[in-house]
Antibody, heavy 118, light 108 residues
């Protein structure tokens, strides 16, 4: 079983809401921060936001108005919602673990390609 | 926001050669809050180095990181065929954490 396993809808229309969930099978869920990172096709990496088990969140200002990261400690899962998507949000989305707030990432989920197209 | 600039964009080398990848930050770091990742096609990034110079678990010792301030380096002492990939640096000294644009290491 993968350490971080993620899933969610892969095809969206403009203006819809992107929703992804990541299940954690490694370590103690409450000891770490949990992040979402995305990578447009053929491009670099962009950090989206993070959460801890208490629900403390921190978002990239570039996406803050459209992003919500939430946590379900009973299931050791965390989720990403990104509303009002456009073609510019087309990317592979990764979940990842950080040792603490604003830190390096290890391990990563397998990635989910989300395509926004009318 | 701290901008990371990686150079070169593409590095063409042969197996057995030494690779030196650079990452320059737009602001100086007072701490060694820099990581390096390796990414192969269709895969998630893999952590190689954190704290500018500490190897992650299971990473071979041919990978080493160095640097401070604004200039950081990832060195691969002797390239193996599986090392040809894209490499990214990441700063986590300030939020938002940011990544460099990547260096593609290709077989010459």
């Amino acid at each position: 079983q993968a350490q971080l396993e993620q899933w969610g809808a892969g095809l969206l229309k403009p203006s819809e809401t992107l929703s992804l969930t990541c299940a954690v099978y490694v370590g103690s869920f409450s000891d770490y921060y949990w992040s979402w990172i995305r990578q447009p096709p053929g491009k670099g990496l962009e950090w989206i936001g993070e959460i801890n088990h208490s629900g403390f969140t921190n978002y990239n200002p570039s996406l803050k108005s459209r992003v919500t990261v939430s946590v379900d400690t009973s299931k050791n899962q965390f989720s990403l919602n990104l509303n009002s998507v456009t073609a510019a949000d087309t990317a592979v989305y990764y979940c990842a673990r950080a040792q603490e707030r604003s830190n390096w990432f290890d391990p990563w989920g397998q990635g989910t390609l989300v395509t926004v197209s009318s | 926001e701290i901008v990371l600039t990686q150079s070169p964009g593409t590095l063409s080398l042969s197996p057995g050669e030494r690779a030196t990848l650079s990452c320059r930050a737009s602001q100086s770091f007072s701490s060694s809050s820099l990581a390096w990742y390796q990414q192969k096609p269709g895969q998630a990034p893999r952590l190689l180095i954190y704290g500018a110079s500490s190897r992650a678990t299971g990473i071979p010792d041919r990978f080493s990181g160095s640097g401070s301030g604004t200039d950081f380096t990832l060195t691969i002492s002797r390239l193996e065929p599986e090392d040809f990939a894209v490499y990214y640096c990441q700063q986590y000294v300030s939020s938002p954490s940011t990544f460099g644009q990547g260096t593609k290491l290709e077989i010459k």
